[in-house]
């Protein structure tokens, strides 16, 4: 018994010491005897062998159409603007292809398989292929360098990127949108708050770095939001049909959604970070939209065994998206379920 006890605190030690190290070792395996489910009715249950905290969140989508599947840009022939930000004591230092690597295992955990990756050609042949089919609704493009490539935006009002949103496209951008044009050379044309206004229409962008903590309560702690970066987010004071969530200073906020025609552009502030990352992960696999309203949020523990539960909310709900994860911060399991 006291060799097998030894052995179990050289176990724990061990994997402490490879989630220091490593980094977000959580965040990359699901873990074995944990599921979750949800049904129309509005009940859902959570089972897990071990024990784990819980959150299921109801959200009102309001027509807004569920996200089914991301096309990531990845290219390192063009200019990545975005630098690291923030990573954990220990992390591997993020640059734009770990930072899509990583996102993917993020989506992967919690349970929205459906993306690929692809560089400046095939991600313009994706959302070209979105507008001819007449699919955008229900797609997403991910860009985390911080500009946009040439292949998709050339500034203007006609530029591919802005067709494909308009059409129903839901556009995922870490950094201040549509102020950079990315070429192939590794250059970029800074277009300034002219490029900014044509994906939204603030009159202001946000230079500072960090949140004061001050936040968007109910949604932070329904999604587990983690970023408290502001950089290049707008200020959405006037701009109609949008949505500022996260953490905010009183007029920025770090996750910042607005309608561009049928679809929608969703705005993370600051350069890479493990926290952001996970946080535009949250984001895409719970379909998280400029319209979206938080109907209710179940918190609680699971230990060795199933909770059952019922959101109440369901009923009368237009678009409702069932987003339950179990593992807190240190997520273990996530899913999303559209009604």
Same mark, same amino acid.
């Given at each position: $018994?006291?060799?097998?006890?030894?052995?179990?605190?050289?176990?724990?030690?061990?994997?402490?010491?490879?989630?220091?190290?490593?980094? @977000?070792?959580?965040?990359?395996?699901?873990?074995?005897?944990?599921?979750?489910?949800?049904?129309?009715?509005?009940?859902?249950?959570?089972?897990?062998?071990?024990?784990?905290?819980?959150?299921?969140?109801?959200?009102?989508?309001? &027509?807004?159409?569920?996200?089914?599947?991301?096309?990531?840009?990845?290219?390192?022939?063009?200019?990545?603007?975005?630098?690291?930000?923030?990573?954990?004591?220990?992390?591997?230092?993020?640059?734009?292809?770990?930072?899509?690597?990583?996102?993917?295992?993020?989506?992967?955990?919690?349970?929205?398989?459906?993306?690929?990756?692809?560089?400046?050609?095939?991600?313009? @042949? =994706?959302?070209?292929?979105?507008?001819?089919?007449?699919?955008?609704? &229900?797609?997403?493009?991910?860009?985390?360098?911080?500009?946009?490539?040439?292949?998709?935006?050339? *500034?203007? @009002?006609?530029?591919?990127?802005?067709?494909?949103?308009?059409?129903?496209?839901?556009?995922?951008?870490?950094? %201040?949108?549509?102020?950079?044009?990315?070429?192939?050379?590794?250059?970029?044309?800074?277009?300034?708050?002219? *490029?900014?206004?044509?994906?939204?229409?603030?009159?202001?962008?946000?230079?500072?770095?960090?949140?004061?903590? =001050?936040?968007?309560?109910?949604?932070?702690?329904?999604?587990?939001?983690?970023?408290?970066?502001?950089?290049?987010?707008?200020?959405?004071? *006037?701009?109609?049909?949008?949505?500022?969530?996260?953490?905010?200073? &009183?007029?920025?906020?770090?996750?910042? $959604?607005?309608?561009?025609?049928?679809? %929608?552009?969703?705005?993370?502030?600051?350069?890479?970070?493990?926290?952001?990352? %996970?946080?535009?992960?949250?984001?895409?696999?719970?379909? $998280?939209?400029?319209?979206?309203?938080?109907?209710?949020?179940?918190?609680?523990?699971?230990?060795?065994?199933?909770?059952?539960?019922?959101?109440?909310?369901?009923? *009368?709900?237009?678009?409702?998206?069932?987003?339950?994860?179990?593992?807190?911060?240190?997520?273990? %399991? &996530?899913?999303?379920?559209?009604?």
């Amino acid at each position: $018994m006291e060799h097998e006890m030894d052995r179990s605190l050289i176990v724990l030690a061990v994997a402490v010491i490879a989630v220091l190290v490593i980094g @977000e070792a959580y965040v990359y395996g699901g873990a074995a005897g944990v599921s979750v489910r949800a049904s129309e009715d509005g009940s859902y249950s959570v089972t897990d062998s071990g024990t784990d905290p819980y959150d299921v969140s109801l959200i009102d989508r309001h &027509g807004f159409p569920a996200i089914k599947s991301v096309t990531i840009l990845c290219d390192d022939g063009y200019a990545a603007v975005n630098k690291v930000s923030f990573v954990e004591i220990g992390s591997p230092r993020l640059d734009q292809k770990s930072y899509v690597e990583r996102l993917s295992k993020n989506l992967d955990l919690l349970g929205f398989g459906s993306h690929s990756v692809a560089d400046a050609e095939a991600f313009a @042949e =994706s959302l070209r292929s979105d507008i001819a089919s007449g699919s955008c609704g &229900g797609k997403g493009a991910v860009v985390v360098s911080g500009a946009l490539p040439d292949t998709v935006y050339d *500034g203007t @009002e006609s530029s591919l990127v802005l067709e494909w949103m308009g059409s129903g496209g839901s556009l995922y951008f870490v950094g %201040q949108i549509g102020r950079y044009v990315g070429h192939m050379d590794g250059t970029f044309d800074d277009l300034g708050a002219s *490029g900014a206004s044509l994906f939204i229409d603030s009159d202001e962008w946000s230079g500072k770095s960090k949140a004061d903590g =001050s936040s968007s309560q109910a949604w932070r702690d329904a999604l587990m939001l983690r970023c408290l970066d502001l950089q290049g987010s707008p200020c959405l004071d *006037g701009v109609p049909d949008s949505l500022g969530i996260g953490y905010d200073d &009183g007029r920025f906020s770090t996750i910042s $959604m607005a309608r561009a025609g049928s679809g %929608q552009a969703c705005v993370f502030g600051g350069g890479y970070s493990d926290a952001q990352r %996970q946080d535009v992960a949250t984001i895409i696999a719970s379909s $998280m939209c400029y319209c979206a309203e938080l109907l209710s949020h179940d918190h609680g523990e699971v230990a060795r065994g199933t909770v059952k539960g019922n959101l109440d909310s369901m009923q *009368g709900c237009e678009s409702p998206t069932v987003y339950a994860v179990v593992g807190g911060f240190f997520t273990v %399991q &996530g899913r999303a379920f559209h009604f």
